[in-house]
Structures are given as structure tokens and as C-alpha cells.
């Protein structure tokens, strides 16, 4: 399953900004490696600022559901909350990877460098990234299971 949030980015906020409440939401007690993600921000608020993950998301697969971030400019920003519903998971809570979208010629230079800095990030032709499935829910249609309840 995939969860999907989507984030007010430029004009709301910075690239920079943007990035922060990515890391944020991701992130908490038990993330694994989460210094990697703030040794990636310029790589990752560089493909923010080109605007690529309003039509491709940028992924976290690891622990829990698939999680895909689109990020929302200009009027779509404006138009947007600035509150981003939490996630029920940490997807950084154990093995994780990202990936993110960005322009093709960029793809080794980013890559190389966040193979250096954050190795679980890595980035993929805008364009041939994968279509999004059918199986992705909402923040308002998203799901908290009580295994005790299920005895």
C-alpha cells in the first residue's frame, strides 16, 4: 500500500523549508541514518526548486507503506495548508531507501554525490520514473490498526 501527502512548497515555502517538513515528517524516534537526510538538502531542494516532484513523487519504501511526497507550487501551494498530517510509521525507523525525481543530466552528478553523503538517497530520470499505482490513500483515508483489539 502507498500513502501519499502532499506538501505546499514554492511560493509558500523555500525549497529549503520544503525539504524540513519532508525530513520532519519522516523522521522520529528510532530513524535510522536520519543525519543522511540533512547532508542531502542541497541535492534535494535543487530538484525542489526545478519543480520535478509535482508530477513525480519523491518515494520512501522501507518500514511500514510505501510513502510518496508530491510537493505543490505556485497557485497549488498558495491555494494549500501549511499543515502536513502526520504519518501512523516512522519509514526511517529501520532499512529505508528514497528516491526522487530530477532532469536526466543531473542524475550522475546527484547521484554521485549523495552515494558520498546520504546513500539511501538516490535519484532517477524525471522521466522515467514509474507510473503511480492505484493503491495509494489519502492522509484523510489512511488507516491505524489496534492489534490488540484483533486478539
Given at each position: ?120 538517497i538516490a535519484v532517477h530520470d524525471v522521466n522515467a520514473a ?22
Amino acid at each position: 500500500m502507498k500513502v501519499r501527502r502532499d506538501i505546499a512548497s514554492i511560493p509558500k515555502r523555500s525549497a529549503a523549508d520544503t525539504w524540513r517538513e519532508i525530513v520532519k515528517l519522516i523522521t522520529g524516534s528510532g530513524s535510522v541514518d536520519a543525519a543522511s537526510l540533512t547532508a542531502a538538502a542541497s541535492v534535494m531542494e535543487s530538484l525542489i526548486t526545478d519543480e520535478h516532484p509535482a508530477r513525480v513523487p519523491i518515494v520512501v519504501k522501507g518500514v511500514g507503506s510505501r510513502l510518496v511526497i508530491y510537493c505543490l507550487f505556485g497557485e497549488d501551494a498558495m491555494d494549500a495548508e501549511m499543515d502536513i498530517p502526520k504519518l501512523n510509521w516512522n519509514p526511517t525507523a529501520g532499512n529505508w531507501a528514497m528516491s526522487a525525481p530530477t532532469d536526466a543530466v543531473d542524475v550522475a552528478w546527484m547521484n554521485k554525490t549523495l552515494k558520498e553523503r546520504a546513500p539511501r538517497i538516490a535519484v532517477h530520470d524525471v522521466n522515467a520514473a514509474p507510473a503511480e499505482d492505484e493503491d495509494t490513500v489519502t492522509a484523510s483515508q489512511e488507516l491505524t490498526i489496534d492489534w490488540g483489539a484483533l486478539g
